[in-house]
Nanobody, 124 residues
Framework: QVQLVESGGGLVQAGGSLRLSCAASGRTFSSYGMGWFRQAPGKEREFVASISWGGGRRYYVDSVKGRFTISRDNAKNTVYLQMNNLKPEDTAVYYC?????????????????WGQGTQVTVSS
């Protein structure tokens, strides 16, 4: 089984930055698409960003464009989410996910493996 472990969450002030990491172990494939989702209290989980391992294509939800950057290091089977200019509305549990086929990269149903999540809290 593929295991995903997120790290890098924490408490930051508005305008600050964090970099989340997602390390994959077990059965992994370079062709897997990877994505970041988040869920705030009382809200549904939403798509944040995704990246294609094979093609390098990236997608972002409109609310984070220009502030967040998703990247990858295939040699380390790790995906990153650099978050700059954080806002209180970014507060959520952030989840890393992977899928063998992500034809619709912002759709949850495309992803087969999920991490446990890491808490990001942005204070005003």
């Amino acid at each position: 089984q593929v295991q995903l472990v997120e790290s890098g969450g924490g408490l930051v002030q508005a305008g600050g930055s964090l970099r989340l990491s997602c390390a994959a172990s077990g059965r992994t494939f370079s062709s897997y698409g990877m994505g970041w989702f988040r869920q705030a209290p009382g809200k549904e989980r939403e798509f944040v960003a995704s990246i294609s391992w094979g093609g390098g294509r990236r997608y972002y939800v409109d609310s984070v464009k220009g502030r967040f950057t998703i990247s990858r290091d295939n040699a380390k089977n790790t995906v990153y989410l650099q978050m700059n200019n954080l806002k209180p509305e970014d507060t959520a549990v952030y989840y890393c996910a992977g899928g063998v086929r992500t034809a619709v990269p912002d759709a949850e149903y495309e992803y087969d493996f999920w991490g446990q999540g890491t808490q990001v809290t942005v204070s005003s």
